[in-house]
C-alpha cells in the first residue's frame, strides 16, 4: 500500500505569498512580514484570538508580536470587539467631529496628563507632526533653529527627515549606510543633513553636541525604552542628560507610539520619570485599529492650526472605530491596576527560562527586558557580551543564530519577532501554560543550534 505524500504545512502561506508578490512590493504591505533575515515563507494568518494567531493552513501558534504591541489584552477582547461592533453600527468614517475622539481625547490626557492631544492616523504621523510642531514653536522667536536630534537605532516611522540611522527592518536588510546617512533610498541628503544624530544612552555624547550646536536645535526626539534596535534600556545619567536639553532651548520629544499604555498607564515617561515637551503616542490607544496621536502643553499644542500657523490635517483622524477600540483598550487597563505587574512578572519569568536554556546548551546571549517588553540578544563571536545598551552593540548581534532559533521556535508552535532587531510584546492573554510551552520549545530551539554549531562559543 502506498502512502499518502506527507501534507505540505505551509501550502497556503506559500501560494498566497506567491500570489502577493506579483501584485505586491516584496509580498508585504510592511518589510519585517517578509522573514527577508530569518528565511522561510511568511505566514498568512487567518484569525488571532487570546495568545494566538491561526494561518491560512491552521497551524496554530503563540503569538508574542500582539500586532507589534497594541494587543496587550490579547486579541479579539471581548470589550474591545464589542466596542468596535456598536460603534459600526453608526458608520466607518464621517469626516466631521464625533464624541468618540472628545472621550478618547479626555481619557488619554487625564492619563498622561498632557493638555491636549490631537489624534491622526499611524505613528509616523504622529512623529512627523510632532517634529514640525516643535519647529514651528521654537522657530517663531529663533528661526535659526531648525535642526532636529535622533539617537542611532531609534525609529520614529517613515518620514524622510527620520530615516536617518533608524533601526529595526534598515538594521536587518541593510548594508552599512556611513555616519547620518539616509536609511532608505529616496531621501534626498539634503533632508538627512537637518537631522543630528547621537548615540543612545551616550550622556557625554549628547552633552557635547548640545553645547556645540545648541543654539540650532529645535528638537531631541527619541524612544523612552528602544524598540527598534531590540530592546533597549536607558541608564540614569542619560535620562538626566535629556533633561538638559530643555535648558538648551530645544524641546524634547518622546516617541511612545510603541511604549505609551504599555509600560503603565503613563506610558515609559511616567514609568522613568521623563518630563517631555511633547509625546507620540500609537498602537495601543487605537486598540490595534490603525491611530496615531500627539500631545502636550497648550501653549505648545495650541500652535496647531486651525487656532496655529503649523499645518497638520488628516482625513481618517479621530476615526470612530479606532476611537471605540482606543476607549475599550484603555478602560480595561484603568479597571485593572495589577495589570502590569503580572506582565511584567511574566515576562521577567520568559527572559530568565531563555537566560537557562540558552546557557544549558552553550549558547550565549543576553536578555534585555523591561516591563512587557524583551529582546533575546544572541552574542556573536566578535567580542560582543554582556549587556547591549545601544545600538552599536546591537547590530553586532548573531543574525544567522537567531534566523535558526527563530525558525525552530516557529516549528514549535511559537511565533516569535521575526527580526533580531526587534521586541516581543507578552500579553495579559499569556498564562502560565504558554510560559511552559515556550520555554520548552526554546529549549529545544537551542539544542538545535549547538547541534548545527551555530551561537556557540
Known amino acids: 500500500m502506498t502512502s499518502a505524500p506527507a501534507r ?6 506559500e501560494a498566497l505569498f506567491a500570489r502577493a508578490q506579483k501584485v505586491t512590493p516584496g509580498g508585504v504591505n510592511s518589510p519585517v512580514r517578509a522573514f527577508k533575515s530569518v528565511g522561510g515563507t511568511p505566514r498568512f494568518i487567518a484569525r488571532a484570538d487570546g495568545a494566538f494567531l491561526t494561518d ?21 477582547h471581548p470589550a474591545v470587539r464589542e466596542a468596535v461592533q456598536d460603534a459600526l453600527q ?17 481619557l488619554v490626557t487625564r492619563l498622561t496628563g498632557v493638555d491636549k492631544v490631537r489624534f491622526v492616523s499611524s505613528g509616523t504621523e504622529a512623529t512627523m507632526s510632532a517634529l514640525r510642531l516643535a519647529r514651528g514653536f521654537v522657530g517663531q522667536d529663533q528661526p535659526e533653529r531648525k535642526y532636529t536630534v535622533k ?38 541628503p539634503e533632508y538627512a543633513a537637518l537631522t543630528l544624530v547621537a548615540d543612545y544612552n551616550d550622556a557625554a555624547g549628547l552633552d557635547q553636541l548640545l553645547r556645540e550646536r545648541g543654539s540650532e536645535i529645535a528638537a531631541v526626539i527619541f524612544e523612552p525604552v528602544v524598540g527598534n534596535a531590540g530592546v533597549l534600556i536607558p541608564h540614569a545619567d542619560f535620562l538626566a542628560a535629556l533633561h538638559r536639553v530643555k535648558a538648551a532651548g530645544a524641546l524634547l520629544i518622546a516617541d511612545e507610539v510603541m511604549t505609551g499604555f504599555r509600560l503603565s498607564l503613563r506610558g515609559a515617561c511616567g514609568l522613568l520619570g521623563i518630563e517631555p515637551d511633547l509625546i507620540c503616542w500609537g498602537k495601543i490607544i487605537g486598540g490595534g485599529l490603525p491611530v496615531g496621536a500627539y500631545g502636550g502643553r497648550s501653549e505648545i499644542m495650541d ?3 486651525p ?21 475599550a483598550t484603555l478602560g480595561e487597563l484603568e479597571r485593572d491596576p495589577g495589570i502590569y505587574g503580572r506582565l511584567a512578572e511574566y515576562t521577567a519569568a520568559l527572559g530568565n527560562g531563555l537566560q537557562a536554556a540558552a546557557h544549558e546548551a552553550g549558547v550565549p546571549i543576553t536578555v534585555n527586558q523591561i516591563g512587557s517588553m524583551l529582546t533575546a540578544f544572541f552574542l556573536d563571536s566578535t567580542g560582543l557580551e554582556g549587556e547591549v545598551q545601544n545600538y552599536g552593540q546591537a547590530a553586532r548581534a548573531d543574525t544567522a543564530a537567531f534566523g535558526q532559533w527563530f525558525q525552530s521556535l516557529l516549528s514549535g508552535g511559537v511565533y516569535w519577532a521575526p527580526s533580531q532587531f526587534e521586541s516581543i510584546f507578552v500579553s495579559a492573554a499569556h498564562t502560565g501554560a504558554d510560559l511552559d510551552f515556550t520555554l520548552s520549545a526554546a529549549r529545544a530551539a537551542f539544542a538545535g543550534l549547538n547541534r548545527a554549531g551555530l551561537g556557540t562559543k
Open 56 to 76: 491560512a493552513d491552521g497551524q496554530k501558534y503563540l503569538d508574542y508580536i500582539g500586532s507589534w504591541g497594541p494587543m496587550i489584552l490579547g486579541h479579539n
Open 90 to 106: 453608526y458608520g466607518t468614517s464621517f469626516g466631521a467631529p464625533n464624541e468618540r475622539e472628545v472621550l478618547l481625547a479626555e
Open 303 to 305: 500652535f496647531v492650526s
Open 8 to 13: 505540505n504545512p505551509t501550502a497556503q502561506s
Open 307 to 327: 487656532i496655529g500657523p503649523v499645518y497638520q490635517a488628516g482625513t481618517l483622524s479621530g476615526n470612530p472605530l479606532a476611537m471605540a477600540a482606543g476607549l
Open 151 to 188: 539617537f542611532r537605532g531609534n525609529y520614529h516611522g517613515h518620514a524622510d527627515a527620520l530615516l536617518v540611522e533608524a533601526g529595526s527592518g534598515m538594521m536587518t536588510n541593510a548594508a552599512s549606510l556611513g555616519q547620518a546617512a539616509p536609511s532608505s533610498a529616496g531621501v534626498p
